[in-house]
Structure formats: C-alpha cells, structure tokens
C-alpha cells in the first residue's frame, strides 16, 4: 500500500462523516494535519494511520545492478 492509498482511504473516511475538520475531530487531530495530508503537504503520519486502523511496516529490497 503506498501513501496514496492511504489518502484514498482516508478521503472516504472523511466522505463518510463529511467533512475533514469533522473526522479530525472524531480522532482528536488537527483538521490542519488531515487536510495537510489529504493535500500531499505530509506524509500520512502515525495518528492517521491508527486511526484508520492501519500500521507502517519499513521494507528493505536489493536493487538490481
């Protein structure tokens, strides 16, 4: 799942209860750390993440040369 997909998530999450400022608050977040998001302005962060019941996993691949 990349970055994007999380924002895709986290758009219908917001789309569910109607506003972004709306799911902030049902999460105890800013509304400036979602809409930074939803905006690509940050990454998707800790606390978007579990609230979205999701978690980060760190990968490590060998590159080709």
Do not use: C
């Not at 569910?16 to 939803?38: F, Q």
């Not at 579990?50 to 990968?59: H, R």
Request: proline letters at 5%; charged letters at 25%.
């Amino acid at each position: 799942m990349t970055a994007d997909d999380v924002r895709k998530l986290l758009k219908n999450a917001v789309a569910e209860v109607g506003t972004a400022a709306a799911w902030a608050a049902k999460h105890n977040l800013s509304p400036a750390y979602v809409s930074d998001t939803l905006n690509k302005k940050r990454e998707p962060g800790p606390a978007i993440l579990k609230a979205l019941g999701l978690t980060s996993e760190m990968q490590y691949r060998k590159v080709k040369s």
